[in-house]
C-alpha cells in the first residue's frame, strides 16, 4: 500500500513527473527563444507561472457548467498522474502494475476529452470553436496511434504487458528494423498532435483563437491546465521510449543513454515545433488519414511480415 | 505573502488593450518581443486573454466607445491586476486633449498603477517602467 501511494504520488508518478515537466518545459521554450535569436526566459521560469497561478483569483464563469469546468482539468491531471506511474513503473522498475496496454491507450484519450468538456462548458465561442478542433483532431490521429501501439506488439510476438514489451527488446530495440523507424517517425508526429503543438496546434491557436478550451481559465485551474502540458512532456515521450527505444538500462552508462534517448525526442519535438506553421483543421485530417496512415499500414504488414 | 509578490514579479503576463490608439504605441510594444529588446528574459509574456493575464495594457485615449469596454475588461480580469498605461495620450491626453469625441481621462473608468509617458515611449522607457513595477513587487 504504503510501495503503491509512493509510486502514484513521488516517483514515476506525479511529483517525478510534474517536476521534469516544467524542467523539460523550460528546455523548450529556451530552444524555441534559441531558434528565433531570443535568450528565453530563466531557468525557474516554469515554476514561477505555476505557483504565481496558483495564487491568483480564479473566476467561474456565470453562464459555465460550473461542476464540469471545475473537475475538467483536475481529471485531466489525475489521469496523467496515474499514466505517468503506469508507464514509469515497467521502464524504471521493470514490473507491470495493473493493466496492460490497452489501458494506457484508453487514458490517453481522456486529457483529450477533458479538454472538449471543459472548453465546451464555459459557453464562450472562442472556447467551443476550440473543443470542436480538439474533437476532430483526436479523430484524425488516433486511428494512427493505435496502428503505432499495434506495431510493437506484433514485433514483440503479441505481447500486451508493458513489461513484456521492454523485455522482448532487449536483444535490440525495435526501431531497428524498418517498421520500428516508420512506426517511431509516425508515432512522433502523433505525440505532437495528442500535445497540440505546432504544427497541429489547430485547437489552441494561440493567435487565433486565443489558447481555445483555457480561454475562460483563469488561477488555479488554468495552472493545471499547464502543468498537463508540461506532464504530457514526460508522458509520452516515456511511452515512445518503451515501445521502440527499448526503455532504460540505468545501471552505470545507462543512465547517461536514457537520458540521451528521452532529450532525442524531446529534441525532435521541438524542431519540428519550431520550422513548421500551423495546419488547417482539414489540412491535418487529410495529412494523417490520408498520408500517414497507408505509411504506417505499410509499416505494420512489415512488422506481420517480421521485417 | 512577499514570497508570492517574488513569483508574480517573475511572471507577469501581459494583456494589451487597444483603447482606440493611433498604433504608434503598439507597434513599439510589438518590438518588445523582437530579438533585440526580447522581453521574455523577465517572463513577461503577450497573452491573449483577460483570464490569464496580470497586467493589462492600456494605450490610446479612452473615448465613448472604448470606455465600457476597458471597465468591463477590467472587470473580468482575476485579481491582483495592474494597469499599465503607455503613451502621452494616456498620461496627458497628448494632441487628443481638445478632440471633440475624447471622453474622460483613464484614471477616471480604472485604477491605473503605473504611466510610461511618451509619444511612443522607446522599448528601453517600457522596460524601465517594468523593470519599476518588478522592484516594487520585490520589496
Known amino acids: ?307 | 505573502m512577499s514570497w508570492y509578490n517574488k513569483r508574480l514579479a517573475k511572471s507577469l503576463w501581459v494583456f494589451h488593450v487597444s483603447a482606440s490608439p493611433c498604433n504608434n504605441c503598439d507597434i513599439e510594444i510589438l518590438d518588445l518581443l523582437t530579438p533585440k529588446y526580447d522581453i521574455e528574459r523577465f517572463g513577461i509574456k503577450l497573452v491573449g486573454s483577460i483570464r490569464h493575464a496580470d497586467v493589462m495594457l492600456v494605450s490610446g485615449i479612452v473615448n465613448q466607445k472604448i470606455e465600457p469596454r476597458i471597465k468591463r475588461l477590467y472587470s473580468q480580469a482575476p485579481k491582483p491586476i495592474f494597469v499599465v498605461a503607455i503613451g502621452s495620450c494616456m498620461s496627458s491626453q497628448g494632441v487628443f486633449r481638445e478632440s471633440y469625441n475624447r471622453c474622460k481621462e483613464v484614471k477616471e473608468v480604472v485604477p491605473v498603477d503605473m504611466w510610461i509617458p511618451g509619444c511612443p515611449p522607446k522599448p528601453e522607457a517600457m522596460i524601465e517602467g517594468v523593470a519599476k513595477l518588478i522592484g516594487v513587487l520585490n520589496e
Not at chain 1, 264 to 287: E, G, H
Open chain 1, 1 to 307: 500500500m504504503i510501495d503503491l501511494l509512493f509510486y502514484l504520488l513521488i516517483f514515476p508518478g506525479l511529483l517525478f513527473t510534474a517536476v521534469l515537466g516544467l524542467v523539460v518545459g523550460w528546455v523548450d521554450r529556451k530552444v524555441s527563444a534559441r531558434f528565433q535569436y531570443r535568450v528565453g526566459p530563466p531557468f525557474f521560469q516554469n515554476f514561477n507561472d505555476f505557483f504565481k497561478l496558483l495564487g491568483k483569483q480564479t473566476i467561474i464563469v456565470k453562464d459555465s457548467v460550473k461542476s464540469m469546468f471545475i473537475s475538467a482539468p483536475l481529471v485531466s491531471f489525475g489521469t496523467l498522474s496515474l499514466l505517468a506511474m503506469l508507464i514509469g513503473l515497467p521502464l524504471f522498475f521493470g514490473q507491470s502494475f495493473g493493466g496492460d496496454i490497452f489501458v494506457v491507450m484508453y487514458l490517453m484519450v481522456i486529457h483529450s476529452v477533458m479538454v472538449v468538456l471543459g472548453g465546451s462548458s464555459t459557453g464562450n465561442v472562442y472556447s467551443s470553436l476550440g473543443a470542436g478542433r480538439e474533437i476532430k483532431l483526436v479523430l484524425a490521429d488516433e486511428l494512427i496511434f493505435i496502428i503505432v501501439i499495434l506495431i510493437p506488439i506484433v514485433a514483440s510476438g503479441y505481447e500486451l504487458e508493458l513489461a513484456a514489451l521492454i523485455k522482448a527488446q532487449s536483444s535490440g530495440a525495435f526501431i531497428g528494423s524498418v517498421n520500428g523507424v516508420i512506426g517511431f517517425l509516425a508515432g512522433l508526429l502523433c505525440m505532437q498532435a495528442k500535445m497540440t503543438m505546432q504544427p497541429f496546434d489547430i485547437p489552441e491557436a494561440e493567435t487565433e483563437i486565443v489558447e481555445g478550451p483555457l480561454m475562460e481559465y483563469s488561477g488555479p485551474l488554468l495552472g493545471f491546465w499547464k502543468l498537463n502540458h508540461f506532464m504530457m512532456y514526460v508522458v509520452y515521450p516515456f511511452l515512445l521510449i518503451l515501445l521502440y527505444l527499448g526503455g532504460f538500462n540505468l545501471q552505470g552508462w545507462g543512465i547517461l543513454w536514457a537520458v540521451l534517448k528521452y532529450l532525442l525526442i524531446v529534441v525532435l519535438m521541438i524542431i519540428l515545433k519550431n520550422t513548421n506553421p500551423r495546419l488547417q483543421i482539414d489540412t491535418a485530417l487529410k495529412f494523417f488519414w490520408k498520408i500517414l496512415f497507408p505509411v504506417v499500414l505499410i509499416g505494420l504488414i512489415l512488422a506481420v511480415l517480421g521485417v
